[in-house]
């Protein structure tokens, strides 16, 4: 049982906007930053928003993070079929000393 | 660019250990935590622990205390993960990813099968 939590699946159409939620607690996302990573079938993660809401370079501006309180949001804009894929938040935990990810939450574009 | 090159499918007894490599370049290894995520099949990631490369200071997710050990060959710029006691449930891939402030990982290894089976 992970110590985050987001939906299991959520979809979209072509250039649509969605928003997936990753809900924690005090001792994780209450109290440092949150990151999101996309995955597809047979590959590594690839991190699409780090420290919250902040990009690393060669990521698409149709992604976006936030985080207030103890959830964090990622938005994607503008849906396309390579969006399909899984999408997992992750924040540390000051009382595991260690990272916790999210479940994980399946993109599908119709 | 920087680069994490694992060592390739492994394939061990119940009871058994594995050690996999993750190989670095293209950076200062000494610089940056080197984490460790694993993923079963249809699953998602689980964290086992970090080490940093300069101390060789360890940490290990309490799912992991006692059977995982993280060590590091910086002349090599190598980090290694060795599991212990194995069972049919640490059949999964298993990742090293280059850790940074808050960040589990900026650029991840291909991945490395473990499959643990009788």
């Known amino acids: 049982q992970s110590l985050l939590t987001q939906p299991p699946s959520a979809s979209g159409t072509p250039g649509q906007n969605i928003t997936i939620s990753c809900s924690g607690g005090?001792?994780?996302?209450?109290?440092?930053?949150v990151c999101w990573y996309q995955q597809v079938p047979g590959a590594a993660p690839k991190l699409l928003i780090y420290?919250?809401?902040q990009r690393p370079s060669g990521i698409s501006d149709r992604f976006s993070g936030s985080k207030s309180g103890t959830s964090a949001s990622l938005a994607i804009s503008g849906l396309r079929s390579e969006d399909e894929a899984d999408y997992y938040c992750?924040?540390?935990?000051?009382?595991?000393?260690?990272?916790?990810f999210g479940p994980g939450t399946n993109i599908a574009v119709l | 660019q920087v680069k994490l090159v694992q060592s390739g499918a492994e394939v061990r007894r119940p009871g058994a250990s594995v050690k996999v490599s993750c190989e670095t370049s293209?950076?200062?290894?000494?610089?940056?935590?080197i984490n460790w995520v694993r993923q079963a099949s249809g699953q998602g990631l689980e964290f086992m622990g970090w080490?940093?490369?300069?101390?060789?200071?360890?940490g290990y997710a309490p799912n992991f205390q006692g059977r995982v050990t993280l060590t590091r060959n910086t002349s090599m710029s190598t980090a290694f993960l060795q599991l212990s006691n194995l069972k049919s449930d640490d059949t999964a891939v298993y990742y090293c990813?280059?850790?940074?402030?808050?960040?589990?990982?900026?650029?991840w290894g291909q991945g490395t099968q473990l499959t643990v089976s009788s």
């Open positions: 293209g950076y200062i290894f000494s610089r940056y935590d």
């Open positions: 990813a280059r850790g940074g402030p808050w960040i589990p990982g900026d650029f």
């Open positions: 992750a924040s540390w935990d000051d009382n595991l000393f260690a990272y916790v």
């Open positions: 005090d001792s994780n996302i209450g109290s440092n930053s």
């Open positions: 080490m940093n490369p300069k101390s060789g200071n360890t």
């Open positions: 420290i919250s809401d």
